[in-house]
Each structure stands twice: as C-alpha cells, then as structure tokens.
C-alpha cells in the first residue's frame, strides 16, 4: 500500500509504503502523483518513509519501479529514504551512488530531520581572489549543479593568473552527494591540472590531510597541507615561495 503524505514543503512529494506493495499501488497512487508534481514543478524532491510493516514488492511492482525510475532518471532534486528496514537501506545506499541526484537515509524516527534537509540548500563552491592567490572554498556536501555553477568563475580567474597559487579551503567540506558529483570534481582536477604551480590545502579531517596527498598525483605542482587554525601560514607559504 502506498499513501500520499501531508504537511510538507513546496515542492515536496512525500510517500508512505507499508505491508506489500503492488502494481495496482503504483498505477493508481505512485505514478499520478510523480506526473503531476513533475508537470507543475519541473523537478522534485521527494520523501519515502518506509514503516516497520512494509513487506516488499510484488514483481510486477518492481517491474513498475525499474520503470518508472528509468523514466523519471533525472526529475528529482534529491531524495529522502527513512526506514529501519536493513535490506532496504543497503538497497538505497547502492541505488544512492549511481543516480544523478543526492540521496540520503534517515530512520523512522527522523522524519522532521528529513523534512529539514529536504528544504534546505546543499552544498556550494566560493571561488575568489587575493592579489596572486586564488581561493576556493568547498562548503557543505557538493552535488553535480554545484560544479556547473563555477564552470565559468573558474575559467575567468584562471586565465588571469599564470601560474596559478591555489588556496583549497576544506574546512567546511562535507563530501560528495553521489559518483556524479564525485566525478565532475575530477574531472576539474584533470581539465585544470596543468595551472596551478602551488596548492595549500586548508582542512580540519584527518580524510582531508590524505586528499591533499592523493592531489599531489594528479596535478603538475607543488602541494602542501595546513590545519584549520593556519590560513595565515598557508598564505604566507603560497606568497613566498
């Protein structure tokens, strides 16, 4: 059984899956309420919650769900998964890593913490610059659009500066929201490798220390990691060498 959910954001399709569910489930309540949310908002963000009760799939319906995903591959903004259900959250972490738009899981008794990342922005990318230095700060957790935003900033500070002293600014980095946006990070690295004479990378996680390591491979420069509490010195070293 499938059950249309109330008292959620603009924009906001929410859906309530318990006992087993059919075909019939998916023609009758599942792809009307996608059509017409897609029909008068472009692309959604949805919420699944997935009670203690929920059976599975008849085949049919799952033959519907392939489909109707297959259809609708990129009409959603983001998606919210809560469930306790193991099997299904291990489905959902696998499905999460190849669909074009972030996925994240939350348990049933989550729900307002859903509903609070679904109607809240995600991730963003600050470029700028300071006299030789260009400074791009990762914030948040980073999905594809937020590549495609800085296209352009970053081909304009680029062309002014040769060679460039690059300051990555990873305090307030989180991840990447899916391979896609995983992906479109290297392959920025690759169409910019060549440019950056030296990076220092600024971060607070032991994973960014190995990042800044990992970086050194790919690019043609000299790179250098600096805690969090050292921006001063990490400016200082990309000005003085």
């Known amino acids: 059984m499938i059950t249309l959910m109330e008292d959620l954001p603009q924009g906001t399709l929410g859906l309530s899956f318990s006992g087993e569910v059919t075909g019939a489930d998916y023609d009758r309540v599942l792809v009307p309420a996608i059509d017409a949310a897609l029909e008068q908002q472009g692309r959604i963000k949805a919420l699944l919650v997935f009670g203690q009760d929920f059976q599975g799939y ?15 591959w990129d009409g959603f903004e983001r998606l919210a998964v809560a469930s306790d259900v193991p099997w299904l959250r291990q489905a959902f972490r696998a499905i999460g890593l190849v669909l074009p738009y972030p996925v994240r899981l939350f348990n049933t008794d989550e729900l307002e913490q859903a509903r609070r990342w679904l109607g809240e922005s995600l991730g ?16 948040g957790r980073l999905d594809p659009k937020a590549y495609r935003r800085i296209d352009d900033d970053l081909a304009n500070v680029f062309s002014h500066h040769a060679p460039v002293r690059l300051l990555l600014d990873l305090r307030q980095f989180d991840g990447w929201l899916g391979l896609n946006a995983l992906s479109m990070h290297f392959a920025l690295i690759r169409e910019y490798r060549t440019l950056p004479q030296l990076v ?12 800044q390591r990992m970086l050194g491979l790919f690019v043609n420069a000299r790179t250098r990691y600096f805690d969090s509490d050292h921006v001063a010195e990490a400016q200082q070293w990309l000005c003085a060498a």
Not at 59 to 65: F, M, P
Not at 200 to 211: E, K
């Open 124 to 139: 963003t990318i600050h470029v700028d610059q300071q006299d030789e230095v260009v400074i791009i700060a990762m914030i």
């Open 200 to 211: 220092a990378v600024i971060g607070a996680q032991r994973w960014q220390h190995a990042a």
């Open 58 to 72: 008849t085949l049919e319906a799952a033959w519907d769900d392939t489909s109707l995903g297959l259809r609708h």
